[in-house]
């Protein structure tokens, strides 16, 4: 079997010396699309208001289905190469490492929320339960219910398919079995029960697997995966067929779902399209992958600036209501998410990394570190 191809300045040497993987510039600008899609959508759409005025009003949506995806992959390459590399999954170190990453803000978040009166502890017990993509909670965080289920339900398949040495071919086709049942169950509730299944755990589980799937042969199979990659003609294809199917979705039964099925695909294109397949980075690009760097406090505090500004321009230029959100509630949503990041994400990442030494490199590049015995010099975004 061959290498996966990296470039050699991603090449990670095999010596206990050796530095971690630098952050790839191509993640973050994938995430950086996908974090300016999600918070257009949620601020009155700046830059994507034309597109929104001739009728792709979910457009901006779908950037959740980008980050579903990326996530697969990412977290889902982690287990990956730990089961590749040292033969077995340390659920404990994965379980901390995750809570590490996603908890302390996220529960600051919430603890904000109650302080200053925004919400109430019955309003959100589902999303300090991590089920509030059930129960109803703080509208925009089901996504984090859906990763965090998917994560919990990704590790227990992986370790036992360790445990029982199952060979990665019989994982795989596990996974896509598990993503059709998904993609099978959004269709059945939403034609027969009539129920809008969008943030079900069950229902939305596909889009992070198809991640997943991608990462399995990104690291088993590394020359099918480039064969995957190289037919950016059907991917092209995937994304203007997604874009024409949202301009025109139909009110039937079925519309829902193959929105979200057509959106996760996009996910799947766009990342094939742009990952490692960027040679020149321009100002633009390096900027959109430097808000790629903070997506996840971005994500998570830009609904409250936005609310925020909303009530201080309804105050202070109502004449101008409309177009001052336009222009300030995306910038006061990234702003705050890189100060909260700055503030809470990345001191709590480099403790992580320093008690809790990640067991690979990373999650791409060539598998090489087999102990975790390296020095961390950065925090790791996974």
């Known amino acids: 079997m061959t290498h996966n191809p990296v470039a050699p300045e991603e090449s990670v040497s095999t010596r206990p010396e050796a530095k971690p993987q630098r952050r790839e510039i191509e993640l973050d600008f994938i995430r950086g699309i996908a974090i300016l899609m999600v918070v257009d959508f949620h601020s ?3 830059l994507l208001w034309p597109f929104l005025r001739l009728g792709w009003t979910h ?3 779908s950037g959740v289905d980008i980050f579903f995806v990326l996530s697969g992959f990412l977290v889902g390459g982690l287990l990956l190469k730990e089961w590749k590399v040292r033969g077995s999954i340390n659920i404990k170190r994965f379980l901390i490492r995750r809570g ?4 302390p803000q996220y529960y600051i978040f919430l603890i904000a929320s109650l302080v200053t009166g925004r919400h109430t502890i019955r309003f959100l017990w589902g999303n300090f339960l991590n089920i509030q993509n059930y129960t109803g909670g703080i509208a925009h965080t089901w996504t984090l219910a859906v990763e965090e289920h998917a994560y919990l339900l990704l590790m227990v398949l992986l370790f036992c398919a360790a445990s029982f040495k199952l060979s990665w071919r019989t994982a795989f086709w596990m996974l896509t079995a598990l993503a059709v049942f998904s993609i099978g169950r959004s269709f059945w509730i939403s034609y027969l029960y009539h129920v ?5 755990t069950f229902t939305r589980l596909h889009g992070i697997l198809f991640g997943v799937l991608l990462a399995m042969l990104f690291h088993f199979a590394p020359e099918t995966f480039q064969r995957v990659q190289n037919m950016r003609s059907l991917w092209f294809a995937v994304i203007v067929g ?5 301009r025109f979705p139909g009110h039937l039964e079925w519309a829902p779902p193959t929105a979200v099925l057509l959106a996760d695909l996009s996910g799947v294109a766009l990342f094939l399209l742009l990952y490692r397949n960027s040679p020149n980075h321009s100002w633009l690009y390096r900027g959109v ?3 790629g760097v903070y997506s996840y406090g971005i994500y998570l505090w830009h609904v409250s600036a936005a609310a925020s500004v909303f009530s201080l321009t309804h105050r202070l230029w109502p004449t101008h209501e409309a177009t001052t959100n336009r222009i300030l509630s995306p910038i006061a949503g990234i702003l705050l998410g890189i100060f909260m990041t700055r503030l809470i994400e990345f001191p709590t ?3 992580r990394d320093k008690l809790f030494p990640r067991p690979v490199d990373s999650a791409a590049g060539i598998p090489a570190i087999k102990e975790p015995q390296l020095a961390v010099a950065t925090p790791s975004p996974e």
């Not at 809008?196 to 079900?200: A, E, L, S």
């Open 44 to 46: 009155s759409a700046t």
């Open 349 to 351: 990442l480099a403790l």
């Open 196 to 200: 809008n299944g969008y943030t079900f």
């Open 242 to 246: 997604t874009l024409i199917y949202l």
């Open 100 to 103: 590490l990453k996603i908890w």
């Open 289 to 291: 992958a430097w808000i």
């Open 59 to 61: 457009f901006g949506a």
